[in-house]
């Protein structure tokens, strides 16, 4: 029979997984959406706050160690994970509109090299020659993905940093969220995020001059599949997985979503992928199951942290 940790990192695991399924469904509906992106982002965010709220009052799973900070310590690491994840949306959705697509989502999946580098040398994770086989597998499929529409154009370049900049907040969101897990239920964090995100990305939106106010049903409904859909089944489920998984395991395992992206780019929009996408995505899938199969290669560290088994 399996020990317990086992099994909790399982269910981290799957959750991880579950929620870089849906989390892949952000990009298609964003183009969906008559909206600016950066109203779309806080629409995405606001409409998540009742759903979180409800989350955190009926989750009574304790957080995986009792040691907690106190005072304004606490509700800093809380709003942490909501101020990254807000500059998360805001770069990415700026990015888009200057860069490629394809650019953009490569350079904003560059961020399990700055999870890595940062267990590493912040939080003293061992990083093992398995791990990094299977991380550069999954980083190089998530390049193949994107290759065929890659561009190096002078213009594009703002664009391009500003993508690049998107995977150093998601990766600093990604650690602030495992952090904030040492003393936070799930549903606490996800609200709190919501709650701190939400108005940033409407100034931001203001600040852009966009018309926040959705204007027909289909936008509402497309708005609600990103509030639902992917931030409280997508994220809600990397949030609670890193409550059990390593950062820099999670951060692989994240990366299945520029493959349900291209999935889905192929199923709404026709966007047809070439042999070498599909090589990029047999990569990513390989490295994460290479990196789950071997997910004992990350430990120690003051993220590795020991799994909450109720």
């Not at 870089?20 to 469904?25: E, F, H, L, T």
């Amino acid at each position: 029979m399996p020990h317990t940790s086992d099994k909790s990192a399982m269910v981290g695991l799957a959750a991880l997984i579950l929620g870089a399924v849906a989390i892949g469904m952000a990009a298609p509906l964003v183009k969906l959406s008559e909206l600016g992106p950066q109203t779309v982002g806080f629409w995405r965010m606001a409409l998540a706050i009742p759903f979180a709220f409800l989350w955190m009052l009926f989750d009574k799973n304790p957080p995986p160690v009792d040691t907690s900070p106190s005072g304004w310590k606490r509700w800093f690491y809380l709003a942490l994970p909501g101020l990254l994840f807000a500059g998360d949306l805001a770069f990415w959705h700026a990015g888009i509109k200057i860069t490629s697509i394809a650019n953009a989502t490569f350079l904003a999946n560059l961020q399990p090299v700055f999870v890595v580098l940062a267990a590493w040398l912040l939080f003293k994770e061992k990083i093992s020659r398995n791990f990094m086989f299977s991380a550069g597998l999954a980083v190089a499929g998530a390049a193949l993905l994107s290759v065929n529409n890659l561009t190096v154009a002078p213009e594009r370049w703002t664009g391009d940093a500003l993508s690049v900049t998107t995977a150093l907040w998601y990766a600093s969101y990604i650690l602030a969220v495992r952090f904030a897990r040492r003393f936070a239920s799930t549903g606490s964090v996800i609200f709190v995020t919501a709650a701190v995100s939400a108005p940033l990305l409407a100034l931001t939106a203001i600040g852009f001059g966009e018309n926040i106010v959705p204007g027909t049903p289909g936008d509402w409904l497309i708005l609600l599949g990103l509030a639902l859909g992917v931030q409280i089944i997508g994220q809600g489920s990397v949030t609670f997985g890193l409550g059990r998984v390593a950062a820099p395991v999670a951060s692989i395992i994240i990366l299945i979503q520029p493959v349900i992206a291209s999935i889905a780019g192929w199923w709404m929009f026709g966007e047809a992928l070439a042999t070498i996408q599909y090589v990029g995505g047999a990569l990513v899938l390989t490295g994460v199951w290479w990196v789950q199969r071997k997910k004992r290669s990350v430990t120690g560290g003051r993220l590795a942290l020991p799994p909450n088994d109720r």
